[in-house]
């Protein structure tokens, strides 16, 4: 082991936690582990990793732990009665962001700084270079600081606010972002299915077509901070309401079902009924949102 590597305790050794254990340990990061089904922590132990029988000697072995478990409910039950005192305690566990300000109040309470962390990656994606892993954290900035050349070990480092929730919430949007498109790749194949067009061939132009299209994002960005939805519109909402006709169409003649479209596209025909046909699709936003919100 590298003695100027900061040791450190990881609790939780899933699938996603061993990728996050051997890249620690891979970088000579001295290891503590724990996992409730103690042959996956055995498993580490040729590694170099130091396991500990209880999940309290391994929160006491290391000023900095982090956890990665099932859920915050599996987060209280396995910390109970754990000295966390003095601790940095880093959760990596999915969930939601009320969730994380609540782990974060309890944790404080209990003496120990919190970051909340939001993995975006695949357990493959975790150690290897060039992946393009991040973990999104939000919390205690003091920990960050302290800790970012280690928490930056097994993925990219990305601090979003002292907020504890915000990183759940940055993670939570950007995977929602993720299963549209998912939906609307799901519904393009579903149309070419039984056609004779090749799904390799057609997966070429989708991902060129899905690329140039992302180019958008920075368009709705500017349009929600400024308040204005008719800025640099290139397709009006008339026009674009217009349009999901023949997509509707299509996927009738298809035999597709338009399930996946139909909620987008009635949001789009209440936003244009609500007189909003000059402006691009960014008011559909504003329709989603049930409390008021600012601009920022």
């Known amino acids: 082991m590298n003695s100027n590597r900061t040791p450190l305790t990881l609790l939780g050794l899933g699938t996603m936690g061993t990728a996050l254990a051997r890249a620690w340990l891979a970088a000579g990061h001295p290891?503590?582990?724990?996992?409730?089904?103690?042959?996956r922590a055995e498993a580490l132990a040729a590694d170099g990793a130091t396991v500990a029988a209880s999940a309290t000697e391994a929160v006491a072995a290391n000023d900095l732990v982090v956890v990665c478990l099932l859920d915050d409910a599996s987060v209280?039950?396995?910390?109970?009665?754990?000295?966390?005192?003095?601790?940095?305690?880093?959760d990596l566990t999915t969930g939601t962001p009320d969730e994380a300000r609540a782990r974060a109040a309890w944790a404080r309470s209990r003496g120990a700084r919190f970051l909340d962390g939001g993995i975006m990656a695949v357990p493959p994606m975790i150690g290897a270079p060039g992946a393009g892993a991040y973990v999104l954290y939000s919390g205690s900035r003091p920990l960050f600081d302290a800790h970012r050349a280690t928490l930056a070990v097994p993925a990219g480092a990305e601090y979003v606010g002292t907020d504890?929730?915000?990183?759940?919430?940055?993670?939570?949007?950007?995977?929602?972002?993720?299963?549209?498109?998912?939906a609307g790749i799901a519904h393009a194949f579903a149309l070419?299915?039984?056609?004779?067009?090749a799904p390799g061939a057609f997966a070429r132009l989708l991902k060129g077509w899905l690329t140039a299209m992302t180019a958008s994002v920075d368009g709705t960005a500017e349009r929600l901070v400024s308040g204005d939805y008719t800025q640099g519109v290139v397709s009006d909402l008339a026009m674009q309401v217009a349009g999901t006709a023949t997509l509707l169409r299509t996927a009738e003649e298809q035999g597709v079902s338009p399930e996946l479209l139909l909620p987008y596209v009635d949001l789009m025909k209440r936003r244009l009924a609500d007189g909003h046909g000059d402006e691009d699709t960014t008011g559909v936003v504003d329709l989603l949102a049930r409390r008021p919100v600012s601009a920022g």
Do not use: K, Q
Not at 169 to 182: C, E, N, P
């Open 76 to 90: 209280a039950e396995v910390l109970a009665g754990t000295d966390l005192a003095g601790r940095d305690l880093v």
């Open 192 to 197: 070419i299915r039984g056609e004779g067009v």
């Open 31 to 39: 290891l503590t582990v724990w996992n409730r089904t103690a042959a």
């Open 164 to 182: 504890p929730g915000l990183a759940a919430l940055h993670d939570v949007a950007l995977l929602s972002a993720m299963y549209g498109m998912f």
